[in-house]
């Protein structure tokens, strides 16, 4: 930077920081922090909607908490004593009540409020160890900030002040706010056991309650969210793409979800379900038989044959937009997904790549033989409701507009590389490129050029350009050569339409072989340039087959898949509840999860659904804050404000 420059930068400078008093104390603070343990980083992955799985994972850190009372409390506390600290720390106000409705003598109350009360002062003590006062400061709740602050100052080795600390104790019991205090600990221990939270995508889709993981990310202290394909195919939808709308809403009506569009987003359904009942009758054919919501208590039989007929009827609906993306845009080489012009509907049957197959329903009402892609009025009367109703939910629009700005395609964090799916690759390991406009995009360029694309289908609808935009988010969702989906095809006419199960096959992309080879992904990571010796990939989107004996460890360490089965819809195929991945200042953890029953089974059982915690990487030595992202910046501002301390003693800048 040339000197004049550097001055003027250095005089803005001087206004945060006045004199040269002010300037040293920050360095000290600065340098101070970075000599400090980094903070816990927490990986979650192919959520799914499955919300109260998700709360209860943040909530126990993945099982740090209970490690860190394990540690604290060894020889002090049983193994049951230390379940039920936990189990309280999870669940403050359920479990509390749980605990105290059995306590019926007030003196046993005032026992308990000031035992739980003094462990819960310690506990939360220890896990701020690791961090600055400031930090902590921040942290606090306001309503009992200047209390907690001084409680965490106590220290055992000095007995003056322990009349103090007891008496602060008795009164908060006394004043009829211990409750309220062990609540407040307890949320306050739970964002202090974990410093960050990455969301590998995949918040959508499946199970019933999306929106409310979005209100727990948006509350959350520190996120950032790598998008998976179910997010894109939202986002696509939220910024008035048909094509996304119809997926969402069949995938919707297949999972039993149709409640977080019409509910949680206040869009509408009352004229598709009219459309669908007039067309298709009240009983949809057997292939489109809705997937029942576990969640449900109770399921009405009038209920799941409208969600069926709506899924067919959006079904076809969906087929014929598609069809549209693809042929505006021959550079998709998505032809083979054009099949409505390939049956024989005298005869109902369908002719692909030579075979010809009966179909297993020949109930196409809104289908002209003679022009298969045709939407029928009604069909384009639905869809610009629909459309409409996409683009004005407030609701809707305030999470996918906090989708867009906290995520990314990928993201490169403290030495790692995160992203949902795949990086396109040919069979001999060469990043396989996307032929666009006359331009190629391959392997991070791909994904660069994606991210744009993305922000600018949400933003920019006024384009004349937009429609282009929109169905490029569209292909995110299904292309071949989208690293967000992976597959040469997305087989979903034949698997509703045709009984042969080799047309269901939909060949991965050669990435998720080649990620087991540690070559592969030293080459990815240099590509990104990372570090191949200390680096890792960290994706999702592929589930984990641990009951076949499958690992989410790949490449000797360098990948690591956390997609293990949030989604009740995959644990039969996994085994497991999920994946979690935990990076603190002693290296790299995976976390296995059993299915989440429940979160009464969770407090009143105290179990916990973490079985297996496993080492990846382990560092002998503490990784410091200095050897971080954060490290990096708080370098350059210390070397910033030792200019700004020479400039001051130089006279070159005059101290306020």
């Given at each position: ?53 998700f709360d209860h994972v943040l909530r126990t850190g993945s099982g740090k908490i209970k490690g860190k009372l394990k540690e604290l409390y060894d020889l002090q506390l049983s193994n049951q004593e230390i379940d039920t600290l936990a189990t309280l720390i999870y669940y403050p106000e359920e479990k509390m009540e749980y605990i105290l409705k059995d306590i019926k003598i007030e003196e046993d109350r005032v026992d308990w409020y000031r035992l739980t009360l003094i462990r819960l002062i310690e506990f939360t003590n220890y896990a701020a160890s690791k961090y600055s006062r400031s930090k902590i400061r921040k942290a606090l709740p306001e ?514």
């Open positions: 930077m040339p000197a004049d420059q550097e001055l003027k930068y250095l005089k803005l400078l001087s206004k945060s920081f006045p004199n040269i008093g002010a300037t040293t104390t920050e360095i000290i603070n600065l340098e101070a922090i970075m000599n400090l343990p980094k903070g816990t980083e927490h990986f979650i992955s192919d959520l799914h909607g499955e919300y109260e799985a309503e009992f900030a200047y209390i907690i602050e001084e409680l965490l100052s106590k220290n055992d080795t000095y007995e003056d002040k322990t009349d103090y600390f007891n008496k602060i104790v008795v009164n908060i019991i006394d004043l009829g706010r211990a409750e309220d205090f062990i609540v407040a600990l307890s949320y306050l221990i739970q964002r202090l056991v974990v410093d960050h939270l990455h969301i590998l995508g995949d918040i959508y889709d499946r199970g019933p309650e999306p929106h409310k993981i979005i209100d727990r990310l948006m509350a959350h202290h520190s996120v950032d969210i790598q998008w998976g394909n179910h997010d894109i195919l939202w986002m696509g939808a939220a910024s008035g793409s048909a094509a996304s709308i119809a997926n969402v809403l069949r995938i919707s009506a297949r999972y039993d979800n149709l409640e977080v569009i019409e509910d949680a987003y206040g869009i509408s359904l009352r004229q598709l379900l009219t459309f669908a009942e007039a067309t298709y009758g009240k009983k949809s054919d057997r292939g489109f038989q809705s997937k029942k919501d576990p969640h449900k208590k109770e399921h009405y039989e009038s209920e799941i044959e409208q969600l069926g007929v709506i899924q067919q009827a959006v079904a076809v609906i969906q087929f014929k937009l598609e069809a549209a993306v693809i042929k505006r845009n021959p550079e998709y080489k998505m032809e083979d997904r054009l099949l409505l012009d390939k049956i024989d509907y005298s005869r109902s049957v369908i002719t692909i790549d030579g075979v010809e197959y009966k179909l297993t329903s020949d109930n196409f009402p809104t289908i002209d033989p003679k022009d298969p892609f045709a939407l029928t009025k009604d069909e384009e009367a639905v869809m610009q409701k629909l459309i409409e109703g996409f683009k004005n939910s407030e609701a809707l629009h305030r999470h996918i507009h906090y989708l867009v700005s906290k995520g990314s395609m990928y993201l490169i964090y403290n030495g790692n590389l995160l992203f949902h799916g795949g990086l396109p690759m040919d069979p001999d390991g060469s990043f396989r490129p996307l032929k666009l406009d006359g331009k190629s995009y391959a392997g991070k360029e791909l994904l660069d050029f994606f991210d744009e694309v993305v922000r600018i289908a949400y933003y920019k609808d006024e384009l004349d350009s937009h429609q282009k935009y929109l169905d490029l988010v569209w292909y995110l969702w299904c292309g071949p050569t989208s690293p967000l989906f992976g597959k040469d095809k997305m087989a979903t006419f034949e698997r509703y339409y045709i009984k042969e199960k080799p047309t269901h096959v939909e060949v991965k992309d050669p990435y998720f072989e080649l990620r087991a080879e540690e070559k592969t992904a030293k080459k990815i990571l240099r590509s990104f340039g990372i570090s191949p010796g200390k680096g890792h990939i960290i994706n999702g989107h592929t589930p984990i087959e641990q009951k076949k004996g499958e690992s989410p460890i790949k490449a000797n360490k360098k990948t690591l898949v956390i997609d293990g089965g949030y989604s009740k819809a995959y644990q039969g195929k996994t085994g497991i509840g999920g994946y979690t991945l935990l990076y603190n200042s002693y290296g790299l953890e995976i976390a296995t999860h059993q299915p989440f029953q429940s979160k009464e089974e969770a407090i009143i059982s105290e179990s916990d659904i973490v079985s297996t915690i496993y080492l990846i990487d382990h560092d002998l030595d503490w990784e410091k804050v200095a050897n971080t992202d954060i490290g990096e910046k708080l370098k350059k501002q210390s070397k910033d404000l030792r200019k700004l301390l020479v400039a001051y003693r130089k006279g070159k800048i005059s101290e306020n």
